[in-house]
Every structure is written in C-alpha cells, then in structure tokens.
C-alpha cells in the first residue's frame, strides 16, 4: 500500500509550487500517494499585514488559498488538479490577478466559479485556518510554505529552484525521509542563488 504524504501549499507561493511538481515526480517512482492540504501565508503573516477585508491587495492575496479551501470542503478529490491548474496559470503562465486565475482554474476542473466569490469573504476561513494549523503545529510557526508531512515526521521544504525528474525526484526524497528519521535533525539551508525556474 503507498505511503501517504501530505503537503501543504499557498498556490500564491512560488517555491511550493516547484516542491508541489517535485512530489507529483515523486509519485511515479517512490511508493507514494499525494493528499494536498490547504496552508495560507495570509493566516501566518496576518499579524504583520492589514485584515484581507481593509487593503485590497491583501485581499487579493487570500483569494487562491481561499478557494482552494472552498474545492477541498466541495469537491476534495479535485483539490490537486485545482493546485496545479491555478499554479500553472500563476507560476508558469505569469498571470497575477489572483482571482481571475482562480476563475480559470475552477473552470478548468469543472467546478463553478462562484467558489471565488465566496473566497472573497470569510466564508471559508475556519476550514482553511484549521488545514493551516494541522500543517504548521508539526513544524512551528517560524517557516512557511511548502510543508510535507509522512511517516509520522513533518517538514518545511524542501526547497528547489528547478523540478527535478525520474530518479533524481526519488533521490530527493529518499533523502528527505533518511534526514527526517532522526527527531533531533532540524535544519540544513544554505542561502538561494536563483528564483524558482518554472517557465
């Protein structure tokens, strides 16, 4: 039986978008099934930006991780392909009116785009505050997104600059599960030289 993972994401995020593409790479060569979870960067900086009903910006900001919230309680098994279809528009595409690529992305799934509207209120902030949570109370506070989460063990990251492929993808992670063994490993960084490569 595969070994579930789960992985939190901000589709506004671009480095978990590149994480996101890693793990669906991961898939077809490790023993593993993908459950996507929703995390919002708006929820973890709110202390520090204005309430997403007082700046418009901000609010634009909370769109996707809104609506992605809105699939997982409609339609949860469209989660993923939502994730994809509004990162690519986002990541790839370049596209950075939120809530019309949340519009394209619904229709691109088959779901209506009324769920963006309901993103646009607080409709579905407690499911998306209690997915946030369930991701960031197994890492702490002091990192973002993307989170990934097997076998009993959670982590940030990891995070890349380019999708690695085949083996290379199943080395990564095969890494990853050999670090997070060790309850008292935390932390391996060195500083970015590059934006994620994603076009």
Same mark, same amino acid.
């Given at each position: 039986?595969?070994?579930?993972?789960?992985?939190?994401?901000?589709?506004?995020?671009?480095?978990?978008?590149?994480?996101?593409?890693?793990?669906?790479?991961?898939?077809?060569?490790?023993?593993?099934?993908?459950?996507?979870?929703?995390?919002?960067?708006?929820?973890?900086?709110?202390?520090?930006?204005?309430?997403?009903?007082?700046?418009?910006?901000?609010?634009?900001?909370?769109?996707?991780?809104?609506?992605?919230?809105?699939?997982?309680?409609?339609?949860?098994?469209?989660?993923?392909?939502?994730?994809?279809?509004?990162?690519?528009?986002?990541?790839?595409?370049?596209?950075?009116?939120?809530?019309?690529?949340?519009?394209?992305?619904?229709?691109?799934?088959?779901?209506?785009?009324?769920?963006?509207?309901?993103?646009?209120?607080?409709?579905?902030?407690?499911?998306?505050?209690?997915?946030?949570?369930?991701?960031?109370?197994?890492?702490?506070?002091?990192?973002?997104? +993307?989170?990934?989460?097997? %076998? #009993?063990?959670? $982590?940030? =990251?990891? /995070?890349?600059?380019?999708? +690695?492929?085949?083996?290379? %993808? #199943?080395?990564? $992670?095969? =890494?990853? /599960?050999?670090?997070?063994?060790?309850?008292?490993?935390?932390?391996?960084?060195?500083?970015?030289?590059?934006?994620?490569?994603?076009?």
């Amino acid at each position: 039986m595969a070994e579930r993972v789960d992985f939190w994401f901000d589709p506004i995020c671009p480095f978990a978008y590149a994480t996101s593409r890693w793990i669906l790479e991961v898939e077809k060569v490790r023993d593993i099934e993908v459950k996507w979870n929703v995390m919002s960067l708006g929820v973890l900086n709110e202390d520090k930006n204005p309430a997403p009903t007082e700046d418009d910006d901000i609010l634009a900001r909370w769109i996707p991780a809104r609506t992605s919230t809105a699939v997982a309680q409609t339609a949860p098994e469209k989660v993923g392909d939502f994730y994809s279809a509004i990162g690519y528009d986002i990541h790839v595409n370049g596209h950075r009116d939120f809530e019309a690529a949340s519009r394209r992305a619904l229709a691109e799934i088959g779901l209506d785009g009324s769920l963006v509207d309901e993103a646009k209120t607080n409709t579905y902030d407690d499911a998306m505050r209690t997915s946030h949570e369930s991701g960031i109370s197994q890492v702490g506070q002091d990192v973002g997104t +993307p989170i990934v989460a097997f %076998a #009993g063990t959670a $982590f940030f =990251g990891p /995070v890349i600059t380019r999708v +690695p492929t085949g083996e290379d %993808a #199943g080395k990564i $992670f095969d =890494g990853a /599960v050999a670090m997070a063994e060790y309850p008292y490993f935390f932390e391996l960084k060195r500083s970015r030289t590059e934006s994620p490569q994603l076009r």
